[in-house]
């Protein structure tokens, strides 16, 4: 009988404990992991409020589980857990029931409030991405509303908007708002300078696992772009049109954002396992919820000790490290073989202040400005890279820097802007033209090549022209066929004088060759590629072929990207090999101009990639399915209980 893992919650930690048994389990037919997660996707929780700052759309942070797992054992179950009966190992479902010899429960943690009166009702929170694109949408409506408002007091209270709390979460979510906010104010007609930000917190120090200077740093920045910190300023109640802070003062303000701290998932408060601080489940070093030996508590819910006496910090870091742990121990469990103690190896933390400045202690490093952004740009795709491969880095760099509007980067939008690809193709056409001409020069001989518009020119009529043109360039491919006008590419492997060097005084300064005679390396490079004669003429006619076959693409508009590619890096191999002149740089930046999709207008790229994405997709990242069909009904692993 087989062996079942059941994994609860397709967040951090849970995404990599599936991954690390799938890997171990891949060919052993008598293990079943199944993942069970409310969403068909694995929420990126520390990009949240880049989407509740409209910096960037909604898919940005979802990745959708089934391609995650796609090609893997791990079979995904989209449903609501409702219940845990450890007695009889059954996990319960909205939809049904799953047996379990091993539980691995992951659900993260959920907004505290303290029970400051108003929070829940009146507040936003930033945990799940529902939650972003309601911040989202409620402050394009306060602010479109503010425009239409005449009472200054009651427009003042509708563009005061308030984070609670200085941790990453909240001055992140600050230093998006002070980011969107010009470009709310151009596109609502609102004067910028009348919306207001404001981060409220009770302590005297904000973003307290950094350290002082880098998060004073941060505070500086903050105040020096408008942005107003509270300190010791606990909020002690909450209403629709303001907030009261402990020494009484008032703010009115219709939008309130609480990032105030974290508990446990109460979704499975019911399950008697033991609980430490603030709803968590409390586990041994190996990460088994306490007196049951086959369940693991991973991520922002579990609560294991450290050596000082404190617990696992809920950041990435950790729920990853916990869920590898559980998983190895699972492991072991199933070998007969020693348990590992989870041992955190933390190597620090970052904040970012918007798009453009960050923050960050790494490995002993403090970094902030450009290089902590783009370390955390780093760190992202490094992740992303680990869950979904190279299809997640492409579509993070699209969203992040080549999609990125207003701004909103520190590339500043350079990397972004657009133009219309429509004045790309007579360009496009143009260097076709050039790369067919010059490979039909080469396969005929040059002397043939122009005695063929010789004799066509004699011809009567524009039939008569063509059928002489083709006739002669019929002669010259066959002669070309049977080598007998192949010139050889590499005249210097056999002769020691460079036939380009020959004949440089002959020619005009622009088409002297760049390079007078063959760099070394590259020298050595080609012979051992072209170690001989008839191997250096068959490279010759696979270079002519080519050459016909960019023109073509080009001109077609087909595989322009791949093309466009092979077009520069040929005339950096004529110029290496000394034999190109100046005048072959305008190939060269040409084709680099090319690679920006000049195809996709008025070519075969408008048809072509589209389709060869949706398969390449399907076969690579698996088919999208219908949320229906991911709810345990045609699960082909997971076995509800009759």
């Known amino acids: 009988m087989a062996t079942k893992i059941l994994i609860l919650g397709g967040g951090y930690?849970?995404?990599?404990?599936?991954?690390?048994?799938?890997?171990?389990?891949?060919?052993?037919?008598?293990?079943?992991?199944?993942?069970?997660?409310?969403?068909?996707?694995?929420?990126?929780?520390?990009?949240?409020?880049?989407?509740?700052?409209?910096r960037v759309p909604e898919d940005s942070v979802k990745i959708d589980l089934y391609r995650i797992f796609h090609r893997t054992k791990v079979n995904v179950v989209v449903d609501y857990i409702k219940n845990i009966d450890s007695d009889n190992q059954v996990v319960q479902t909205k939809q049904g029931e799953y047996e379990y010899d091993y539980l691995i429960i992951g659900?993260?943690?959920?907004?505290?409030?303290?029970?400051?009166?108003?929070?829940?009702?009146?507040?936003?929170?930033?945990?799940?991405?529902?939650?972003?694109?309601?911040?989202?949408?409620?402050?394009?409506?306060?602010?479109?509303?503010?425009?239409?408002?005449?009472?200054d007091e009651k427009r003042k209270q509708m563009l005061t908007f308030v984070v609670a709390g200085s941790g990453f979460t909240g001055i992140e979510m600050a230093g998006e708002l002070l980011e969107w906010k010009t470009a709310l104010a151009k596109e609502y007609r609102v004067d910028v300078n009348e919306i207001k930000i404001l981060v409220v917190e009770a302590m005297s120090t904000i973003l307290n696992m950094l350290d002082r200077k880098q998060a004073d740093k941060a505070e500086r920045y903050m105040a020096?772009?408008?942005?107003?910190?509270?300190?010791?300023?606990?909020?002690?109640?909450?209403?629709?049109?303001?907030?009261?802070?402990?020494?009484?003062?008032?703010?009115?303000?219709?939008?309130?954002?609480?990032?105030?701290?974290?508990?446990?998932?109460?979704?499975?408060?019911?399950?008697?396992?033991?609980?430490?601080?603030?709803?968590?489940?409390?586990?041994?070093?190996?990460?088994?919820?306490?007196?049951?030996?086959?369940?693991?508590?991973?991520g922002d819910i579990a609560y294991v000790e450290d050596a000082q006496g404190g617990s696992n910090p809920q950041i990435v870091e950790a729920a990853e490290q916990t869920g590898t742990t559980a998983a190895k121990n699972i492991i072991a469990s199933m070998e007969k073989k020693e348990k590992v103690e989870f041992k955190p190896n933390y190597h620090g933390f970052m904040v970012s202040i918007g798009g453009r400045y960050a923050v960050a202690n790494l490995m002993g490093m403090k970094l902030s400005g450009f290089l902590a952004m783009a370390v955390k740009h780093l760190i992202n795709m490094v992740y992303l890279f680990s869950v979904n491969n190279v299809h997640a880095v492409y579509h993070y760099l699209q969203h992040e820097f080549f999609g990125m509007k207003e701004r909103r980067n520190i590339m500043r939008g350079h990397v972004s802007s657009k133009g219309n690809?429509?004045?790309?193709?007579?360009?496009?056409?143009?260097?076709?033209?050039?790369?067919?001409?010059?490979?039909?020069?080469?396969?005929?001989?040059?002397?043939?090549?122009?005695?063929?518009?010789?004799?066509?020119?004699?011809?009567?009529?524009?039939?008569?022209?063509?059928?002489?043109?083709?006739?002669?360039?019929?002669?010259?491919?066959?002669?070309?066929?049977?080598?007998g006008n192949v010139k050889m590419p590499f005249e210097w492997l056999y002769d020691a004088t460079s036939a380009a060097s020959q004949n440089a005084d002959a020619t005009t300064e622009l088409a002297k060759p760049i390079l007078s005679s063959m760099p070394k390396i590259y020298e050595g490079v080609m012979k051992i590629f072209?170690?001989?004669?008839?191997?250096?003429?068959w490279a010759q006619r696979m270079v002519v072929l080519v050459e016909i076959g960019i023109g073509l693409c080009l001109i077609a508009g087909l595989f322009t990207f791949l093309a466009s590619a092979v077009s520069a890096a040929m005339t950096v191999n004529f110029i290496l090999s000394a034999m190109a002149g100046w005048d072959i740089l305008w190939y060269t930046f040409g084709s680099i101009a090319l690679m920006c999709g000049a195809g996709r207008t008025f070519g075969l790229d408008f048809y072509v990639i589209p389709w060869i994405n949706d398969i390449v997709g399907n076969l690579w990242m698996g088919k999208r399915r219908p949320i229906y069909?991911?709810?345990?009904?045609?699960?082909?692993?997971?076995?509800?209980?009759?």
Request: hydrophobic share 40%; glycine share 8%; charged share 25%.
């Open 629 to 642: 069909d991911i709810h345990g009904s045609n699960n082909k692993v997971a076995k509800k209980v009759s």
């Open 107 to 151: 659900t993260g943690s959920e907004p505290a409030f303290f029970g400051v009166p108003g929070v829940k009702e009146n507040g936003f929170t930033l945990w799940s991405l529902e939650d972003a694109l309601k911040i989202k949408a409620h402050i394009k409506d306060r602010v479109q509303q503010a425009s239409y408002e005449k009472n």
């Open 421 to 483: 690809r429509l004045w790309l193709v007579p360009l496009r056409l143009y260097i076709g033209c050039l790369w067919v001409l010059e490979g039909l020069k080469k396969l005929v001989g040059e002397g043939t090549w122009d005695a063929a518009f010789e004799a066509a020119s004699k011809g009567a009529n524009i039939g008569e022209y063509f059928s002489n043109l083709f006739n002669n360039i019929a002669i010259g491919t066959d002669s070309w066929m049977r080598m």
């Open 224 to 298: 020096k772009n408008g942005v107003k910190i509270l300190k010791d300023s606990p909020i002690v109640e909450v209403t629709k049109e303001s907030i009261k802070i402990k020494d009484g003062t008032v703010i009115p303000t219709e939008t309130l954002i609480w990032t105030c701290g974290v508990q446990g998932n109460q979704d499975l408060s019911q399950v008697e396992l033991k609980k430490a601080r603030a709803g968590r489940y409390e586990t041994n070093k190996h990460m088994q919820a306490e007196g049951k030996e086959n369940i693991y508590v991973v």
């Open 13 to 54: 930690a849970g995404i990599h404990a599936a991954k690390k048994l799938s890997k171990k389990y891949k060919k052993n037919d008598d293990v079943e992991i199944t993942l069970i997660d409310k969403n068909s996707y694995h929420t990126l929780m520390t990009e949240l409020h880049e989407v509740a700052g409209g």
């Open 530 to 537: 072209m170690p001989n004669a008839e191997i250096a003429v």
